[in-house]
């Protein structure tokens, strides 16, 4: 089993839908949690950053943790043709990364239909 | 503010090479770290650097190391390449709050 698990679509839906993105992990040791974007030829920027479990929101995203169901989750509003992007996420248990440095899963890959 | 700079963008090497990549954090960041990206196995740590010491490692061959200069500069080196190593090498730097990537090194090994 992978430390975490991420679909990798493709997953397709119209202009101005709502997108939800999902991960799931085995590592309880994990306290922090990312969500980044990657564009093709490009590195991954960082969308969100959380601590624990909650909700957090920044614009059109919000990320939820639930640490108890080990599941996290990066809801997109308003969908935009310039989201299709591969979203991934990714955790650590220490702020900095520590010894393990970052966990990634592998990515969705997400289209916005216009 | 400037973003993580890597250099070179693409290179070409032969198998048995070494190769060199080069990375310049955003000012002020002294944390830098280093992972690998592959279609198969996504993307994977490899080293971090903090104040020119190496903090942490991951699960790959001696082939791989790396330094870090006092001006945070970092530089990885591969040596006696594999065409396994063919991969998108991604430079981080980070204040401890999630990690700012630069745009990679794409190496292809033939």
């Known amino acids: 089993q992978k430390e975490v698990e991420q679909d990798p679509g493709p997953l397709s839906v119209p202009e101005g839908a709502i997108v939800s993105l999902n991960c799931t992990y085995s590592?309880?040791?994990?306290?922090?949690f990312m969500w980044y974007r990657q564009y093709s030829r490009k590195g991954p920027e960082l969308l969100m950053y959380?601590?624990?479990?909650g909700n957090k929101e920044d614009g059109r995203f919000t990320a939820q943790v639930d640490k108890s169901s080990k599941y996290i989750s990066l809801f997109i509003r308003d969908s935009q043709p310039s989201d299709s992007a591969t979203y991934l996420c990714?955790?650590?248990?220490?702020?900095?990364?520590?010894?393990?440095?970052?966990?990634f899963g592998k990515g969705t890959h997400l289209i916005i239909q216009p | 503010k400037a973003g993580v700079t890597q250099t070179p963008r693409y290179l070409i090497k032969t198998r048995g090479q070494q190769v060199t990549l080069s990375c310049s954090p955003i000012?002020?960041?002294?944390?830098v770290s280093w992972y690998q990206q592959t279609p198969g196995q996504g993307l994977q740590f490899l080293f971090e650097?903090?104040?020119?010491?190496?903090?942490n490692k991951g699960n790959f061959p001696g082939r791989f190391s790396g330094r870090q200069f006092s001006n945070s500069r970092s530089e990885m080196n591969v040596s006696t390449l594999e065409l396994g190593d063919s991969a998108l090498y991604l430079c981080?730097?980070?204040?401890?709050?999630?990690?700012?990537f630069g745009s990679g090194t794409r190496l292809t090994v033939v």
């Open positions: 981080a730097s980070s204040t401890g709050q999630g990690y700012t």
């Open positions: 990714a955790m650590s248990a220490d702020s900095g990364g520590g010894a393990d440095g970052l966990t």
């Open positions: 650097y903090f104040s020119e010491t190496q903090r």
């Open positions: 000012s002020g960041h002294r944390s």
């Open positions: 959380t601590y624990s479990s």
């Open positions: 590592n309880s040791a994990f306290q922090y």
